[in-house]
């Protein structure tokens, strides 16, 4: 019989200092039932959630509680395959939703999952979400990083000495919901006692290395280890949310220990796209600095509540309803008492039956895409005319880090971060002779109608070449630099619907597109 090991584990997220809301989501799921453990093992899931506003959380919190669920549905399927497939189908899900619903917003999420099934470790990734493996004092990255500072490195386009130099956007090159279809990394490793696996968003691998994991965690159990890993983060400077699950492997069992061991676990939930909303609530402090407790998995696999926002606006249809048939009651009252001469003494008429139909809820048990129900076709991509009328372009949302050079480069506008190739192949050409942008604090009704141009801040770009003309390009740079601030807008000539939405950009409605 294969090996069964005993298992501890903790999970924690939080929202660190710099956002205000928190677009990642953890879970897990230990199976108590020999049937489950022995066919599918315990899984273990980090989604960090991209799109601003509530669409990271919604598209997070769906691909974790998805995953969770359909997972131990499909015991037929062997693991690999499984998480392959069912990762797959949650990306067309989160795709096809960002088309309908969020109104050309990029809503997509990171995912790393880790089924530990008897003595095999076996992880999926797709974004820059991470895995690793403590061992014998040793720290090994599983996952590899689906952005581009790890795609540039990898193909040798650009050193590390570059890299930071131009402070290129490390913008996700493949995700869950950025295109119709996506690829699902696995790896695969054989366990022993004592190891230490750890998932984590990238709140937390952007300050750590693997020595700081090691001598941060090697001291305590996974409770302790998360709420460590998380206050590191947070002392760093905490600029993005920080998600850590921390798994232990123990030494060997049998399945009646492991099930007498444990409170009876009972499935997850499914969810269904109504249920898109929000993360868990804000964590307690901890000795002054803010960490998570790791909430118990139950509180993370039970069935989300409905917004609040949902039965408030029920509330205001059914008193305007009310209202409006109060009003025709009186209408029409007036006008029979008036054509009857003003008098009410007339017998009184058939009472009026009104009939109201609402849409009935989705039942508790239904999940987003049936049980063996093909996956539907990928929903055509809109074009700029068929997703409203009028012209449309692309507004890319500025974030920490962000330059111009490195933003033109991230969209191929440019084939190098730096200001030559700007000036070569945009600049000279005649492509692009103003910068337009919108700033921070300034694009607060975006989805409601359409921009004009005019609204924007404009900077003209320099038109002498930057070899024989250097001051002018000096200034210009340092204008920019201080234009565009994290919150901000830029806009981006001559990109198609596709790469807008794949890269995170917004495809905006316009009166008018600003002229090159």
């Known amino acids: 019989m294969k090996k069964i090991f005993q298992i501890s584990a903790a999970q924690g997220t939080h929202t660190g200092r710099k956002r205000s809301h928190n677009e990642d989501f953890v879970g897990f799921f230990e199976p108590t039932e020999e049937r489950l453990l022995l066919s599918s093992g315990c899984l273990y899931v980090v989604a960090d959630g991209v799109g601003g506003g509530a669409w990271g959380e919604r598209a997070s919190r769906y691909a974790v509680q998805t995953l969770l669920y359909e997972y131990y549905r499909r015991a037929d399927v062997p693991p690999a395959e499984r998480l392959v497939q069912i990762i797959q189908e949650i990306n067309s899900a989160i795709y096809s939703y960002s088309l309908a619903e969020a109104a050309g917003r990029a809503v997509a999420t990171t995912l790393v999952a880790a089924v530990v099934w008897h003595d095999q470790l076996i992880v999926a990734n797709v974004g820059d979400s991470r895995a690793y493996l403590v061992r014998d004092g040793r720290v090994e990255q599983i996952t590899h990083d689906h952005n581009l500072t790890h795609e540039m490195r990898r193909t040798g386009v650009m050193t590390e000495t ?162 409006l048939l109060l009003a025709g009651l009186l209408l029409g009252g007036a006008l029979w008492w008036f054509v009857r001469g003003g008098s009410f003494t007339q017998p009184a008429s058939t009472p009026l039956a009104v009939t109201v139909n609402t849409p009935a809820p989705l039942p508790s048990s239904t999940p987003l895409l049936p049980t063996n129900t093909p996956l539907p076709t990928a929903t055509p991509k809109p074009t700029a005319t068929s997703l409203a009328s009028g012209p449309h372009g692309c507004l890319y949302e500025i974030t920490p880090g ?115």
């Open 402 to 516: 962000d330059t111009l050079y490195g933003t033109l480069y991230f969209f191929d506008l440019i084939n190098n971060a730096a200001r030559n190739p700007f000036w070569s192949q945009q600049v000279a050409p005649g492509h692009l002779r103003t910068i337009y942008y919108l700033p921070a604090g300034s694009a607060t009704h975006l989805e409601e109608k359409p921009l004009d141009y005019p609204a924007m801040q404009a900077i003209p770009v320099p038109q002498q070449s930057p070899s024989t003309a250097p001051h002018p390009w000096e200034r210009f740079e340092m204008e920019i630099a201080s234009a565009l601030k994290p919150g901000g807008f830029l806009y981006l000539p001559g990109i198609d619907f596709d790469t807008c939405i794949e890269r995170g950009g917004r495809w905006q409605a316009f009166l008018r597109l600003p002229p090159p």
């Open 162 to 323: 570059e890299i930071l130099n131009a402070k290129i956007p490390n913008r996700l090159v493949r995700s869950l919901g950025g295109r119709p279809h996506t690829e699902v990394d696995i790896f695969t490793q054989t366990l022993q006692t004592d190891d230490r696996i750890i998932l984590c968003s990238d709140g937390l691998t952007r300050y750590i290395t693997a020595w700081d994991l090691l001598r941060l965690t090697e001291p305590y159990a996974p409770e302790e280890a998360v709420q460590t890993l998380i206050a590191y983060a947070n002392a760093q400077g905490g600029a993005d949310n920080i998600s850590v699950i921390v798994v232990d492997i123990g030494l060997p069992t049998t399945l009646e220990a492991w099930t007498s061991s444990r409170p009876t676990a009972h499935l997850p939930s499914p969810t269904t796209p109504h249920q898109w909303q929000t993360a868990p609530p804000p964590p307690t402090k901890i000795d002054e600095e803010v960490v998570p407790q790791a909430p118990p998995p139950a509180q993370q696999h039970s069935r989300p509540p409905k917004p609040a926002q949902q039965s408030t606006s029920r509330q205001m249809l059914w008193l305007a309803s009310g209202l």
